[in-house]
Antibody, heavy 121, light 110 residues
Framework: QVQLQESGPGLVKPSETLSLTCTVSGGSISTYYWTWIRQPPGKGLEWIGY???????NYNPSLRSRVTISIDTSKNQFSLRLISVTAADTAVYYCARVNIAAPTPDAFDMWGQGTMVTVSS | QSVLTQAPSASGTPGQRVTISCSGSTSNIGSNTVNWYQQLPGTAPKLLIY???QRPSGVPDRFSGSKSGTSASLAISGLQSEDEADYYCAAWDDSLNGVLFGGGTKLTVL
């Protein structure tokens, strides 16, 4: 059974960089699309972007200037980097796998448990 | 920022059938398939329906999805107390070239 686990700092200072890693276990990271999604406290879900195992990426236009998603197939990990963070970036960050059977890369069938990141000085 | 519109709340009694709706536009629901997620309190979302009406393995057939034009619906029959959760629709948007989520509907089982 494939499992995803997010890791990274729970507290980031304003204007600094948020960095998270998602480790995939129980299966290969190859062949699939992988994505990051976030959820501010008490609010809905926001798609951040995705990466294909060969490195092709696509980002939410509202975050494109600040976000980078990368992948390391040798470690079965993919990562999120968000620069110049503000309080508005405070959220639970989820990593997820895209369902290979869906016609577009927007059905997320495996999720990590999520990690809370607070932006505060 | 959601351009997929959901009612913020819905409710039903055990055994009842409830429907949650999601309204979009020609660039998202009108052109692409719709997915539904269930988020139980304090947990990560779970894929409930993909490609408008397909259930992943393990999802009970009490849950069903449909789409018509630029709107989609999630139906839950034989409502149970454990169905109390937030439900989100999602779809690919051709203008955004990315994924849109609805604002979510909080389902209360009375």
């Amino acid at each position: 059974q494939v499992q995803l686990q997010e890791s990274g700092p729970g507290l980031v200072k304003p204007s600094e960089t948020l960095s998270l890693t998602c480790t995939v276990s129980g299966g290969s990271i190859s062949t699939y699309y992988w994505t990051w999604i976030r959820q501010p406290p008490g609010k809905g879900l926001e798609w951040i972007g995705y990466i294909y195992y060969i490195g092709r990426t696509n980002y939410n236009p509202s975050l494109r200037s600040r976000v980078t998603i990368s992948i390391d197939t040798s470690k079965n990990q993919f990562s999120l980097r968000l620069i110049s963070v503000t309080a508005a970036d405070t959220a639970v960050y989820y990593c997820a796998r895209v369902n290979i059977a869906a016609p577009t890369p927007d059905a997320f069938d495996m999720w990590g448990q999520g990690t809370m990141v607070t932006v505060s000085s | 920022q959601s351009v997929l519109t959901q009612a913020p709340s819905a409710s039903g009694t055990p055994g009842q059938r409830v429907t949650i709706s999601c309204s979009g536009s020609t660039s998202n629901i009108g052109s692409n398939t719709v997915n539904w997620y269930q988020q139980l309190p304090g947990t990560a979302p779970k894929l409930l329906i993909y490609s408008n009406n397909q259930r992943p393995s393990g999802v009970p057939d009490r849950f069903s999805g449909s789409k018509s034009g630029t709107s989609a619906s999630l139906a839950i029959s034989g409502l149970q107390s454990e169905d109390e959760a937030d439900y989100y629709c999602a779809a690919w948007d051709d203008s955004l070239n990315g994924v849109l989520f609805g604002g979510g509907t909080k389902l209360t089982v009375l």
